[in-house]
Structure formats: C-alpha cells, structure tokens
C-alpha cells in the first residue's frame, strides 16, 4: 500500500494511466534577429492564452467559475507587463525565447516557493504550469491528451496542473494520485470540485505504479491500495456504494434551514481561521460562523499585525459572509499556541498561565488596536466580538471597557462601526462554567469552547495519553456544566452556542437539543452531517435521552446507551 495525503474524499477502483513528463529540453541558442525571437515569444503566449481560455471554459462547463479562474489567472500572470517585459528584455539581449522565459519564470519560482506560505506557494505552481505550457509551445511538443483517458482510469502525475484538469472527463476519471500538492493546492481544489477521489503526496508513484495495473484509491484516508485481491476489491466496492449513498443524502440537506424534526430551528454555523476559510464556510452552507480564530494573523510572521492589516483581514471576512453573523475571537495564545516574536516567558504551567484573554488585558495597546480593527469592520457586516478564557466577571468587565475606549477613539476620528456590536463569552473553563449564572448578566452571548471546557473540567490534558481517557465531553461532570451553562444563558435571554468539537458529535445533539443550545458552530465538512443529526430529533425524544443520560454515573455508561440510541 503507497501512503500520502487524502485531499479529495471517496473510494476509487480503477486501472492507473501515468502521465509522464513531457521533455522540455532544449539547446540554449544566441538568436541574432531579435524581432523574429520577440513575434516568436508573443505568438507562443497567444497561443498559450487561446488554450488556456479553452481549457478555462470547459472547466467552467464541466466544474465551475471557481475553477475556471484558477486558469485565467495564468493568462493574467503572463500577460503580466511585468513579467512579459523581463523576457522580453533577455531576448533583446540575444537570448532565445526558451531560455528567456525559462530563467524569469525561473526566478518567480524561486521567490514564491521560498515564502513557505501554501498559497503563495501555490503560485509557484502556477508559473510552473505556465513556463511548460510556453515552453512546450515554442518546442512543438504534443500535450497528453487526459481527455482521451477511457472510462475506470486513475490518473497517476508527478504533479496536477490546472491545465491538465481542464481535459478530465468526469465519468473516466475514477482517482487521481500524485506525488506533489497538500490539502489546499489546486489540485486538491480541482479534485473536490470534480468530486473525484484523491490522494496527493505519494512518494515514487509515477516510477512506483504501471499503466494498467490495477489499483484502489482511499481519499479520505490517503491510501493507494496495490494489487488489490478479491477480498479487497469486494470491501472497498461496498465502502464506495456506502459513501456515493451519504453523499447524495447529505446533498439533500443543502440550502435547507437547520431544525429539528419538531421544526423548531437552530443556527448552524462554521469555524475558520483565516478569512479565505469563509468561503468554504459559505460553499460548505454555513448560516455564518461562531468562531473565527484570529491567530492566524499572528502566527508565522515576525511582528505583530498593524490595526489596519486586522481590519483587511476581518472586513474580507465579512464581506464573503454577505451579511451573515461573523464572531471574531480575539487573541487566544498562549498553552499550546506560541507566539515567538512576543517574547513570552517560558512557564511551568502554561495551560494555567498567562494567556488569552490575560495576556490581551495586560497589553492593552496591543489587545485595543485588534478591538479597533474588528470595531471597524463591523460597519460591513453582522459582527461580533467574543473574549476566549474568561474565569471571572471582573475580565469581562475589562474588555468590555476597552471596546468602549476603542469605539470612543473611532467615534473621535469619525470613523463608522456598529455601536450596538455584542460582547460575548467563550465558555471554556469551568471557572466560567460554575459562574455562569454571573457572566450571563453581562455577557451579551455564550459559546461554549468544550476543546478546553472538557480538559480544564476534567483536569486532564487531551495530548497526554496516560490521562486521555478522561479527556471526554460525555462525562457527568463536563455534561453538567454543559447544561449549566446553556440554562444560565437562557433564563438572562441571551444566545448560548458551542464552537467546539462536541457540537458536531452525533452523541452530543440530541443532549444540546435537550438542554436548550441554539446555535452550533463546527468545521465546514461537517455542516450538512449536523443538519442531517439535528433534523432527526425533536425536543420531547431529545428530553427523554437527556434525563437518562443526566441520571448516568459515568461516562462509559453514557457513551454505551447512546450509542445504542443513535
Ligand atoms: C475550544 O476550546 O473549544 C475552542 C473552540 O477553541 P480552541 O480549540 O481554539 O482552543
Ligand atoms: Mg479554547
């Protein structure tokens, strides 16, 4: 069995077609009539755009406009006056048109991949792709042809250019397996869109696998099963009906309101992490998000991100968003996630330490420029401002003055924001979980963050695997403030909401549904799954689970009936 990254869900069963690599070799040559080489270069690229449009409309037929503009981005890199003039300019100076394009390109190549950021990165790809399409042009050589792949066909490449997808016929193409790209390249995109399974990152498949040998590709577990026997292929057939099945009934729930089936509604939302993640919260069918965390924008870089960098970020959200509740946490580092550029001291204890909201009220210049920037971009949308790891009322308090001097300076400078924006509280230690009766009084929401809910609960770290039995949402004790939390928000009328893990657990729903939880926030691919577990319940069949559950002692005997219930 080969290894690498499943980037694209579903089973694939099918014989492998390696496309190899196409020799671009060539002399290097001193041309003499410049003009000819500079009609031959711009002959090439016309020619390049005029495929590229092609292949751009038939991706947009066959897969979409997302898609398609991944392609027209070559045209735009290229006819670039940038780029196009720094060839140029090697030409006049009597190199031939390969050589020219194959040393600039060579040189945004080089600068890309040497960011180490994925998208940018990803760019590197695309000049790739453009420089062998030019290149192979000025060379004459024939393009493989994918369209002509016969129905069954897995498609074997060192790496998958756009270019190559736009000639995948969807009813041939049954995997796709390749030795480069990670969860976020665009063949990684391009395969979701196409809906064809996929497995990226597979060292030595092209030398490793042979045209016509038959294959299983897993792609949601990143498995490329050689030699399959009957036994396997019998498994993994039923394993593909199994999932092509969900599929279809997940799909069933797109664009439908999220209620139970007493029709009584609840909200369902996504997490993200960076803005670009609300459009595949959006695509997912999220109604908005519960949680964006904002580390992102601190992490990897060298200096703290500037009030204005922020607003971009949470104005770009938003906008993708269209209108829809967008709840900005603000910085939680700290524990498990360092900061190098701040300097923080090592500590004993750094999951009891000085982090999150601690920090951010103890850097106040620092922690008001962030409330500044989300202030802002709440005049672009429904904005909300949530503060991670409160354990008590007097933390609430603090920030709340600070987001009232931050709208104070705006107001000074005439600047717009949404007066009215709420404050609220991520409930994530059982601090917070036993005075909830207290901070639902000032907080303007709840959401319930059982990722560290359940840990400081239990007292147990999730990554310590001597402990991590304990590690559990469904324990009496984590259940109880679960509930607790949820009733404390209801009876002072504000909105409760679960932003971790728990809320997408099919265990978990019908006792959130029970104890009056109204708004869920979970990970974009697990959005149409939790509409289809909360569409299965209503209030009176989720009550009658909950108070055996809540009668329960442990978290074995918990687990056991509801797994027998569900
Ligand atoms: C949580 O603690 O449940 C949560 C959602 O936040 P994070 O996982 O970012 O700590
Ligand atoms: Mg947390």
Redesign the pocket.
């Known amino acids: 069995m080969l290894k690498g990254i499943g980037a694209s869900d579903g089973i694939g069963i099918g014989r492998v077609l390696i496309i190899a690599e196409q020799s671009l070799e060539y002399t290097p040559k001193e041309v003499t009539d410049v003009d000819a080489e500079l009609a031959r270069f711009h002959d090439a690229v016309d020619k390049f755009c005029d495929n590229t449009m092609e292949q751009a409309d038939a991706i947009r037929q066959s897969t979409g406009d997302k898609e398609a503009e991944i392609l027209e981005g070559h045209i735009a890199i290229i006819r670039d006056p940038f780029m196009g003039g720094e060839i140029e300019n090697l030409i006049k100076a009597n190199q031939c048109a390969e050589a020219a394009v194959d040393q600039i390109c060579k040189m945004f190549i080089d600068m890309f991949s040497a960011t180490g950021d994925d998208l940018t990165m990803q760019r590197a790809a695309d000049v790739r792709d453009i420089r062998d399409g030019i290149i192979g042009i000025l060379l004459g050589v024939q393009e493989v042809k994918i369209s002509d792949a016969p129905a069954g066909t897995v498609l074997v490449v060192k790496e998958l250019t756009p270019s190559m997808t736009a000639g995948i016929k969807k009813e041939n193409i049954v995997g796709i397996v390749t030795e480069t790209g990670s969860q976020t390249s665009h063949s990684a995109i391009l395969a979701r869109a196409l809906e064809i399974p996929a497995v990226l990152s597979v060292e030595g498949a092209v030398t490793g696998l042979s045209t016509d040998e038959l294959v299983i590709v897993d792609g949601s577990k990143g498995d490329v099963l050689t030699a399959p026997n009957q036994e396997q292929i019998d498994t993994y057939t039923a394993k593909r009906e199994a999932f092509l099945r969900e599929r279809r009934e997940l799909e069933s729930f797109r664009g439908r309101t999220t209620a139970g089936a007493d029709g009584k509604e609840y909200e369902l939302f996504c997490n993200i992490g960076t803005p670009k993640d609300a459009t595949k919260a959006m695509e997912a069918d999220g109604e908005g998000v519960g949680?964006f965390?904002t580390e992102f924008l601190f992490m990897d870089r060298d200096r703290l991100p500037t009030e204005d960098e922020q607003f971009d970020a949470y104005k770009q959200a938003s906008l993708i968003l269209k209108g829809k509740p967008l709840i900005i946490r603000t910085l939680?580092i700290g524990g498990d996630k360092e900061i190098p550029y701040l300097g923080l001291a090592k500590e004993e204890n750094p999951f009891m330490g000085f982090r999150a909201i601690r920090y951010c009220l103890k850097n106040r210049d620092m922690f008001k420029s962030q409330l500044k920037a989300i202030l802002r971009a709440s005049a672009f949308g429904d904005i909300r401002i949530m503060f991670p790891l409160i354990t008590a009322v007097e933390e609430l308090r603090e920030g709340k003055a600070l987001v009232e001097e931050a709208k104070a300076d705006l107001k000074a400078s005439g600047i717009a924001f949404d007066e009215n924006i709420q404050v609220g509280v991520m409930t994530?230690t059982a601090a917070s979980g036993v005075i909830a009766d207290l901070l639902a009084k000032e907080a303007d929401f709840f959401s319930i963050?059982?990722?560290?809910?359940t840990g400081y609960t239990m007292a147990a770290d999730r990554g310590n695997s001597d402990v991590s039995y304990l590690y559990s949402p469904l324990q009496p004790s984590v259940l109880r403030m679960i509930k607790r939390i949820i009733e404390c928000g209801t009876k002072e009328g504000i909105s409760v909401g679960m932003?971790?893990e728990a809320a997408a657990s099919p265990m978990m729903i019908p006792l959130l549904i029970s104890f009056g939880l109204t708004e869920f926030s979970v990970s974009a691919p697990s959005v149409l799954k939790v509409r289809k577990n909360i569409s299965k319940w209503t209030k009176a069949e989720a009550d009658a689970i909950a108070d055996k559950v809540m009668a329960m002692t442990t978290e074995a005997e918990i687990t056991a009936y509801l797994e027998s219930v569900i």
């Open positions: 949680l965390r939680d994530e963050g059982t990722n560290d809910l932003c971790g």
